[in-house]
Nanobody, 124 residues
Framework: QVQLVESGGGLVRPGGSLRLSCAASGFTLNYYNIGWFRQAPGKEREGVSC????????YYADSVKGRFTISRDNAKNTVYLHMNSLKPEDTAVYYC?????????????????WGQGTQVTVSS
C-alpha cells in the first residue's frame, strides 16, 4: 500500500541545520509532485515546499524561502527537505504528502496520502 515515512527531525539550536527525508513506497514516486507541510501547536497545517515529479520545479513558502531547499532522488524513492538557518518559529511537526492533482499547490485537498510526521524543535 501507499506509504510515506518521514525521518530526520530532532532538536537543533537556532541557526542550525537539519535534513528531513520522506521515504515513499507502494507507488511510483516519479509520477507525483510531493509537498512538505508543517503544523505547530495550536496552528493550522501550512505548506512549506513542494517539488514537481521530475524535480525540475520547486516552490517555497515565503517564510522559508532562501533557507530551505527541497530535492528528490527518484531512484531512492526519497524526497528531502534541507533546512538551514533554523529559527524557533520553524518548530513544528513536519509532514510530507503525495500530490494527486498534478499542479504545484499548497492546498491540502490536493494531497491524498500523508506521512506520520517528524518533530522539529528549534531551541537554545
Amino acid at each position: 500500500q501507499v506509504q510515506l515515512v518521514e525521518s530526520g527531525g530532532g532538536l537543533v539550536r537556532p541557526g542550525g541545520s537539519l535534513r528531513l527525508s520522506c521515504a515513499a513506497s507502494g507507488f511510483t514516486l516519479n509520477y507525483y509532485n510531493i509537498g512538505w507541510f508543517r503544523q505547530a501547536p495550536g496552528k493550522e497545517r501550512e505548506g512549506v515546499s513542494c517539488i514537481s515529479a521530475t524535480g525540475g520545479t520547486t516552490y517555497y513558502a515565503d517564510s522559508v524561502k532562501g533557507r530551505f531547499t527541497i530535492s528528490r532522488d527518484n531512484a531512492k524513492n526519497t524526497v528531502y527537505l534541507h533546512m538551514n538557518s533554523l529559527k524557533p518559529e520553524d518548530t513544528a511537526v513536519y509532514y510530507c504528502a503525495r500530490n494527486r492533482v498534478g499542479t504545484m499547490t499548497f492546498q491540502r485537498s490536493a494531497y491524498d496520502y500523508w506521512g506520520q510526521g517528524t518533530q522539529v524543535t528549534v531551541s537554545s
